[in-house]
Nanobody, 123 residues
Framework: QVQLVESGGGLVQPGGSLRLSCVASGRDLSDNAMGWYRQAPGKQRELVAGFTTGGSTNYADSVKGRFTISRDSAKNTVYLQMNSLKPEDTALYYC?????????????????WGQGTQVTVSS
């Protein structure tokens, strides 16, 4: 069983920075697709930034140039560095990992989620 624990959220003024951390346990996720999602009140959850299984990264257009996703495989941890924060970045941020399990005749992918960490950008 995989567990994801986020930290690093908080209240920050517009233009400020935060770094979110997601520590994974229960399985080595260094080669897994992992990402950060966010959900603002009244809106759908959306992908912010992520790693594909091939190790490439992708970002939502709204955060390109401001956010950077990175990972420390030795610590089984994924980070989201958020710079130049805007009020519209305010949301609950979730860490996600998609883990594929293989058997002799099957394969299935299960999505794991953390509990979320709140980011509030306000003056």
């Amino acid at each position: 069983q995989v567990q994801l624990v986020e930290s690093g959220g908080g209240l920050v003024q517009p233009g400020g920075s935060l770094r979110l951390s997601c520590v994974a346990s229960g399985r080595d996720l260094s080669d897994n697709a992992m990402g950060w999602y966010r959900q603002a009140p009244g809106k759908q959850r959306e992908l912010v930034a992520g790693f594909t299984t091939g190790g490439s990264t992708n970002y939502a257009d709204s955060v390109k140039g401001r956010f950077t996703i990175s990972r420390d495989s030795a610590k089984n941890t994924v980070y989201l560095q958020m710079n130049s924060l805007k009020p519209e970045d305010t949301a609950l941020y979730y860490c996600n990992a998609d883990v594929t399990y293989y058997g002799s005749s099957y394969a299935y992918t299960k999505a794991y989620w953390g509990q979320g960490t709140q980011v509030t950008v306000s003056s």
